[in-house]
């Protein structure tokens, strides 16, 4: 459950007063018309616009013209005025990325068109404030401010065991939300690579987690490769997906992977819960919630095995998450950053093209901040209280890097959009 905060840009066409025509427009083949686009954006995020006259009813539906502003201002007092854009890289007909820059820093950022005429903006996003002079210090510093607990690292991979750059609380567990699954994509892989599986492999949709995702929506019996499943399970974590492979991998070969992939405390995911199973869990209450975490691995399996999870595939995922953080401390999965070097260190010495490919399908990175990397692959998890991210990173010279952090707050939900700001910048500074 990975989010993006969304938002705007500039284009300094009209920054300098230029006026493009229908017809110029039509000439350049869509640019001249983002470009533009991005003017008028700019001019209703500094006040000055018509917001209906730039995004279309969809857009102004989900993000009010208060709420841009509000974006703005948070921005601009972060970064002083906007001053201009830079690296501007048209993706598509209606889509271009862009680094709206300010007078102490840059952000990221990316528009979509609508492409029906008159071409409104049906999509923008600024995917994180970089100040000028961004360093380590600051952002441990950053870190440090957070309420809750919170950690993160930088890890260079060779061999050995990964090696730690810089970090803050790296080896304190962290409940990581759906980050866990990165462990169930290693095993999968290990067992394709033993040749015990095939990504091609067909397994009926059965055991229904609790509504959402893709999978969910398939009829019971439907048959999914393998492959399918586990891209559903990265890229979108889809929870079914998840669970049909917990269970088709097996609790031998996840505890294997967990200790293959160095876990400082393995029985913290033994058994490895399924989605359904943490759902029902955290809705038992928080007497069962101690119970399980006071539980020894083999009493676990047992209270997991007795749980009803008959009517949990129709249950509303309200009734346990958005109204703040639940059981966060006993009823999750734990690791910490340097846990999750670890297992993301397994994935790259398994060295299959397919998992690899999987961990790209989502970079949860802005276009300019992942050109600067050859290969990016993510996980990240999320739910109140709750949020990691990590990476794995491999620069043009071929060195390979874990970048990850955590952040829990048993008290209240976590601002994931200053979170993922947080992270985006630890991003950058791992290339230096």
């Known amino acids: 459950m990975d989010g993006w905060r969304h938002v705007l840009k500039l284009a300094l066409v009209l920054l300098l007063g230029i006026s493009v025509t229908g017809t110029a427009m039509a000439q350049t083949g869509g640019e001249a018309l983002l470009r533009a686009r991005m003017g008028e954006v700019v001019a209703v995020m500094q006040g000055k616009g018509d917001p209906a006259r730039t995004f279309d009813t969809r857009f102004l539906a989900a993000v009010p013209p208060d709420e841009l502003r509000a974006l703005a201002n948070q921005l601009v007092a972060q970064g002083g005025p906007i001053t201009g854009i830079a690296d501007f890289r048209r993706e598509q007909q209606g889509s271009a990325t862009f680094t709206l820059t300010f007078a102490?820093?840059?952000?990221?950022?990316?528009?979509?068109?609508?492409?029906?005429?008159?071409?409104?903006?049906?999509?923008l996003r600024i995917f994180g404030f970089t100040p000028d002079g961004d360093s380590l210090d600051k952002l441990d510093g950053e870190f440090a401010t957070l309420p809750g607990k919170a950690g993160f690292a930088i890890y260079r991979l060779a061999q050995g065991r990964p090696r730690l750059i810089r970090g803050r609380a790296a080896d304190k567990p962290f409940a990581v939300g759906s980050t866990f699954k990165l462990y169930v994509l290693a095993a999968l892989a290990r067992q394709v690579k033993d040749g015990k599986r095939h990504w091609n492999d067909v397994v009926p949709v059965s055991g229904k987690s609790f509504p959402g995702g893709t999978?969910?929506?398939l009829p019971d019996g439907a048959p999914v490769t393998v492959h399918t499943l586990a891209s559903l399970m990265i890229a979108i974590s889809?929870?079914?997906?998840?669970?049909?492979?917990?269970?088709?991998?097996?609790?031998?070969?996840?505890?294997r992977e967990v200790e293959l992939a160095?876990?400082?405390?393995?029985?913290?995911?033994?058994?490895?819960m399924t989605t359904a199973q943490l759902f029902a869990l955290k809705r038992s209450g928080a007497q069962t919630a101690a119970a399980y975490a006071a539980a020894t691995p083999a009493e676990r399996e047992g209270m997991l095995a007795a749980l009803d999870l008959s009517a949990i595939?129709?249950?509303?995922?309200?009734?346990?998450?958005?109204?703040?953080p639940v059981a966060i401390d006993t009823v999750e999965w734990f690791a910490s950053p340097a846990d999750l070097a670890g297992v993301m260190?397994?994935?790259?010495?398994?060295?299959?093209?397919?998992?690899f490919a999987i961990l790209a399908i989502n970079p949860a990175m802005d276009a300019s901040t992942a050109r600067g990397w050859r290969r990016v692959g993510y996980k990240g998890g999320s739910e109140d209280g709750v949020i990691s991210m990590t990476w794995l990173l491999q620069d043009k010279d071929g060195a390979w890097s874990v970048v990850t952090g955590s952040w829990n707050d048993a008290g209240a939900p976590v601002d994931a959009s200053r979170f993922e700001m947080l992270m985006l910048r630890l991003a950058k500074l791992a290339r230096r």
């Open 238 to 255: 889809d929870n079914t997906a998840t669970d049909i492979l917990v269970r088709l991998v097996g609790q031998e070969d996840l505890a």
């Open 104 to 123: 102490k820093g840059t952000a990221p950022a990316r528009i979509e068109l609508n492409p029906a005429a008159p071409g409104l903006v049906s999509g």
């Open 262 to 272: 160095g876990h400082a405390r393995p029985e913290a995911l033994a058994p490895m």
């Open 215 to 217: 999978i969910h929506t």
């Open 345 to 355: 260190d397994d994935l790259r010495r398994l060295d299959s093209a397919e998992a």
């Open 313 to 324: 595939s129709s249950a509303d995922p309200g009734e346990v998450f958005g109204h703040g």
